[in-house]
């Protein structure tokens, strides 16, 4: 794919209707609306008839009355792997525990011994299916985690893919280290070596080589401690990285208060999240992703704490979680619905969870997220007629028209 031969989104496009929300917090929706753009950025937007003059010459592109939505931002994804688990699925459906589908060499330690496998470009040839998947939805931002190496080699190619994947598909990828995704087998049993392999050995050299724009840990009794957390959280502030982490997904650790004073990006999972969690996220400015595929896939019934994060004022973002072990989506507006029919989300927090708080989420609210003279030209044409048909259809891709860093990658068919 040639990004570059892509035609170019400048020009005025006409005959739309903003979604609400597209322009930052309750924004109405404005119908009859026009935007401008101009060497790749929008340049102006507001109702048609307050077009500046000086616009009135531009190519038009005609928006057939389509709704305009910031383009979506999928903040939370483990999308380079080798291999897949669906085998794992189909052992749980017949009963086995997680220690059974363990034993048979299944879990994470399965998509490492894959990932691991594969070459730099059979794991892009895998992966590129999966990310043009979600780029069809309206993905105009991705966060990409490692994770699947557990070494310095296997880690350093998950990153590298991920990087290549950004250039060839004119796609704003942030890349995060997760090299403490889980213990390595080779390190069984020693925790502690791992951890300093991954602060004094993997994050330096990753960070030197461009290849990591943020740092997570899963912090969890299956995975890592909050001392063990903190360690890395430590070794990614003395390199100037922000953090995240995978937090209270299955009990409450502490980890979002942890991450909270370590001014974390955001805190992702929170099922277990506590009352001093929300308050220190709150503090922080510290975004909740809220990951809908894991709690549907592993059949969860403990609620994050939705009521409490809305009443707090803590931005709640809405992500995939693709992953071959508990989050197989490739569908972000499946998400979007089962937010609101999962976790009781509106219209208006879904719309924001994977536009402005997911780019919040990511450290891009100042470019992506939302609609505004000076940013990039990130937005997609909807054939709706209402916002809540985004959250509403059920496995319907709409037949959208998608621009991404000023280019038009996808066009609608015209009737």
């Not at 739309?16 to 340049?43: K, M, R």
């Not at 909270?260 to 308050?279: F, K, N, P, T, V």
């Not at 072990?325 to 927090?349: H, K, Q």
């Not at 891009?364 to 259809?393: I, K, M, T």
Request: aromatic share 6%.
């Amino acid at each position: 794919m040639n990004v570059q031969e892509l035609p170019s989104a400048d020009g005025v496009w006409t005959d739309l209707t903003l979604a609400p929300e597209a322009c930052g917090p309750s924004s109405a929706a404005l119908p009859d609306a026009a935007l401008v753009v101009a060497h790749g950025h929008i340049a102006w937007l507001g109702p048609r008839t307050d077009l500046p003059a000086a616009y009135a010459d531009l190519r038009r592109h005609e928006g057939q009355g389509a709704l305009v939505t910031p383009g979506l931002v999928d903040c939370h994804t483990h999308l380079v792997y080798g291999g897949q688990r669906a085998n794992e699925f189909a052992m749980r459906l017949a009963g086995a525990s997680y220690e059974d589908v363990a034993r048979a060499g299944g879990g994470i330690v399965s998509s490492v011994r894959a990932t691991r496998a594969a070459s730099e470009d059979e794991l892009l040839a895998q992966t590129v299916p999966r990310l043009q998947a979600l780029l069809d939805e309206g993905v105009c931002a991705i966060e990409i985690k490692s994770g699947y190496g557990l070494s310095l080699e296997h880690e350093r190619t998950q990153l590298r893919v991920a990087r290549r994947l950004g250039e060839q598909f004119g796609v704003t990828v942030r890349t995060t280290f997760l090299g403490a995704h889980a213990l390595p087998p080779d390190y069984a049993g020693r925790s502690q070596a791992y951890i300093d392999l991954v602060c004094q050995e993997m994050m330096p050299a990753l960070a030197a080589e461009g290849l990591i724009d943020a740092v997570d840990v899963f912090c969890e009794r299956i995975a890592f401690t909050l001392a063990e957390t903190e360690q890395v959280f430590q070794a990614a502030q003395a390199l100037g990285l922000p953090v995240k982490l995978h937090a209270e997904q299955l009990s409450d650790m502490g980890g979002a208060a942890l991450a909270a004073r370590y001014g974390a990006l955001s805190c992702d999972h929170i099922e277990h999240l506590s009352a001093e969690g929300i308050a220190a996220m709150q503090r922080a400015g510290t975004v909740a992703v809220l990951l809908p595929g894991a709690y549907y896939f592993l059949r969860d019934t403990h609620l994050p704490p939705i009521a409490a994060l809305r009443a707090a004022g803590v931005p709640m973002a809405v992500s995939t979680d693709h992953n071959p072990g508990t989050s197989p989506t490739l569908s972000l507006l499946l998400m979007m619905n089962m937010a609101c029919t999962l976790f009781r989300l509106t219209v208006p927090e879904v719309l924001a969870g994977v536009t402005r708080h997911a780019a919040q989420a990511l450290g891009l609210q100042q470019s992506h997220g939302s609609l505004a003279a000076g940013r990039p030209a990130n937005f997609v044409l909807w054939p709706v007629q209402d916002a809540a048909e985004l959250a509403y259809w059920l496995g319907h891709k709409p037949d959208c028209t998608i621009v991404r860093q000023g280019r038009v990658v996808r066009t609608a068919r015209q009737d």
